[in-house]
Nanobody, 131 residues
Framework: QVQVAETGGDSVQAGGSLRLSCTVT????????MYWFRQAPGKEREGVAC?????????????AYADSVKGRFTIDRDDDKNAVYLQMNSLKREDTAMYYC???????????????????WGQGTQVTVST
């Protein structure tokens, strides 16, 4: 049984930073893409960031971001710990949402419509940004 668990949500002032963590058990983590989504009250769920399995030919992680968070958020993963992280800097009030971690497809490299490939979801962690 796959289990996905997020931690790290908190209340923070605008301009501040938070780091979300997600651990996954019950699947072969190293071959899976991993995703972060968020959903604000009254809004549709939004794909925030994706990190693919492995590395590209330049030994870099393959990542993709929503335009709204590019340059402020960074996704990373630690395959030894079955963990994925979301570093969020320069937080804005509009980043307030429930943030969800999700496992992705096998051999996913974050190409195309990766938001439609989420498979197993966590319960979410709340991020609240105030001004």
């Amino acid at each position: 049984q796959v289990q996905v668990a997020e931690t790290g949500g908190d209340s923070v002032q605008a301009g501040g930073s938070l780091r979300l963590s997600c651990t996954v058990t019950g699947l072969t983590f190293t071959v899976r893409g991993m995703y972060w989504f968020r959903q604000a009250p009254g809004k549709e769920r939004e794909g925030v960031a994706c990190i693919g399995y492995g590395y590209d030919n330049n030994s870099n992680r393959r990542t993709a971001y929503a335009d709204s968070v590019k340059g402020r958020f960074t996704i990373d993963r630690d395959d030894d710990k079955n963990a994925v992280y979301l570093q969020m800097n320069s937080l804005k009030r509009e980043d307030t949402a429930m943030y969800y971690c999700a496992s992705g497809g096998r051999w996913d490299v974050c190409s195309g419509s990766w938001t439609g490939r989420a498979e197993d979801w966590g319960q979410g962690t709340q991020v609240t940004v105030s001004t």
